[in-house]
């Protein structure tokens, strides 16, 4: 089940506010990725305890939005990001 | 009056904390005048330099030198980088860093580090570096590293003599668990551009270099990241440097003088300021020397006229300077390029050479 996988940031990536732009940023090593309202509510969440589909359930909740569709999100976003090595899963 | 193309806050900041090093590698990118210790900018100046970006919009400082451990307050200029918000990355040799100076350096908040690697055994790593036990020091600094668990980039700089150990390079990267693996061929500027004939690489090896890269690249994908920066003069079309000229990075000279990227002295006609003349913003968004290649206005009608012009900015200022003798010329190695035969008549002579010989190491004056 890959909904069952725990996401989590590894050491040197974290998220940070970027007062100058007004924007969200993910600081990771040698790259800077400008996050949209998406990315950072993903983000928000993503806390090394949760798996994607509690997070999912979460959000679902939160923004009273279809929790399939926002899974399926979250993975894209997740796998995207576990690519470019700037996001680890946790031991299940 | 045209239309002004609001200039973004920089990204990135280079500090060049020193030019002393225990290496004296034949393609430093330091410049060949360096800068002496007595001439070096205080703590209290770079803590304010920190600040200064941080305020301006910078997120990453990239902590450099020569070797940043050279510097004895390097612990307390990382802790004051992060106290002013930035992402810290340190980039060193290893050589001169201890084991109680990396834990050190890890309570102070390095968030990454980028380790250089000359070459894979000791003999060759030792002759290009110019130190004997470079090596074997380096190695222990690694496995120091990768036990305290900083996040690792392996750059290795590759040329005419290393470029055949490219796949040992890349498992030694595995071994000692990098995220991330640069392939940066030599870029000729400066010292590098003195020992090109020694460092150029054949088209064979850059062509091997090419499939190397691609295989590994889909082996290892989501457990190493390649940034394979190729060798240029090889190149059809320029790299695009800096993402152009004054738009997301600048870099910080041991003595304080501000630079569109780190070879820009290079070219006569400009200037520098220094931080202690004017503030970091005024620098940035007022000074002559960044204003000079920033956005498209300066470009020649070939670059203007190019369906390329936003993609790599007519390529690189100092290589046009270097090779062409005009900073404002298309990169001379883009196929466009009028210049272009001067490329291909330096790689004629250069690549038929047996690559044996002395390199001109760096060195103080």
Known sequence: MTNARIPVLPRGVR???????????????????????TGHAIL???DGQRSIAEIARHLAALYNAPEEAIASDIVEFVDDLADKRVMEFADA | MRDAVPVPPPIAMLAELTHRCPLSCPYCSNPVELTARQKE???????????????MGVLQVHISGGEPASRRDLVDLVKGARDAGLYVNLITSGVGLTDARLHE????????????????????ADWIGGYKGAFKRKMVVADKIAEIGFPLTLNAVMHRHNLDDLPEMINMAKRLGARRIEVACVQFQGWALKNRGMLQPTREQVDTAKRVVARAREEERGTLVFDFVPP???????????GGWGSTGLNITPDGRVLPCHAAETIPSLTFQSVAE?????????????????????MPDICQGCDRRDIDFGGCRCQAMAVAGDAAAADPVCRKSPHRPLVDA????????????????RKFA
Request: charged letters at 25%.
């Open chain 1, 44 to 46: 928000s969440e993503v």
């Open chain 2, 278 to 298: 004017a503030s970091l913003s005024d620098i940035w968004y007022r000074g002559a020397a960044f204003a000079a290649y920033r956005g498209t206005d300066w």
């Open chain 2, 41 to 55: 900018l205080d703590t209290a100046t770079w803590l304010d330099v920190f600040q200064q970006a941080a305020d």
């Open chain 2, 346 to 361: 330096t790689l004629e002579t250069e690549a038929r050479r047996s690559g044996s010989g002395e390199f001109a190491y």
């Open chain 2, 105 to 124: 350096l890890d309570a102070a908040g390095v968030d990454h580090i980028q380790l250089s690697l000359q070459g894979i055994t000791a003999e060759s």
């Open chain 1, 15 to 37: 998220m940070h506010f970027d007062k100058v732009r007004g924007q969200n940023v993910l600081l990771a090593p040698e790259r800077t990725l400008f996050l949209d309202e």
């Open chain 2, 232 to 242: 240029d003069y090889y190149a059809d079309f320029p790299k695009a440097c800096m």
